[in-house]
């Protein structure tokens, strides 16, 4: 296993467990395929869009995504 992924992984096991299990989704995904995942033009217009919003300072706070989340967790 190569140092970066050890690392990853020793951060991981310091997250909240639900951010594990998102972790480990992702792990498996990632495991279980050999190809690389290629963004569509419109998922890197989106991407785009996303750090030129951050670049230009327009981010929600953290305490206002927490809100969100609490009121939109299934």
């Known amino acids: 296993?190569?140092?970066a992924l050890e690392n990853a992984i020793?951060?991981?096991k310091?997250?909240?467990?639900?951010?594990?299990?998102?972790?480990?989704?992702i792990?498996?995904?990632i495991a279980?395929?050999?190809?690389?995942?290629?963004?569509?033009?419109e998922e890197r217009r989106l991407v785009r869009e996303g750090l030129a919003d951050l670049d230009a300072g327009r981010i929600v706070?953290?305490?206002?995504?927490?809100a969100f989340w609490r009121r939109h967790r299934a």
Not at 14 to 25: F, G, I, S, V
Not at 32 to 41: I, K
Not at 61 to 66: A, G
């Open 32 to 41: 279980s395929t050999d190809e690389v995942y290629r963004l569509t033009d």
């Open 14 to 25: 310091n997250l909240p467990e639900d951010q594990q299990r998102y972790a480990a989704h």
């Open 10 to 12: 020793e951060k991981v």
């Open 61 to 66: 706070s953290d305490s206002d995504m927490d």
């Open 27 to 29: 792990l498996e995904q």
């Open 1 to 3: 296993m190569i140092k």
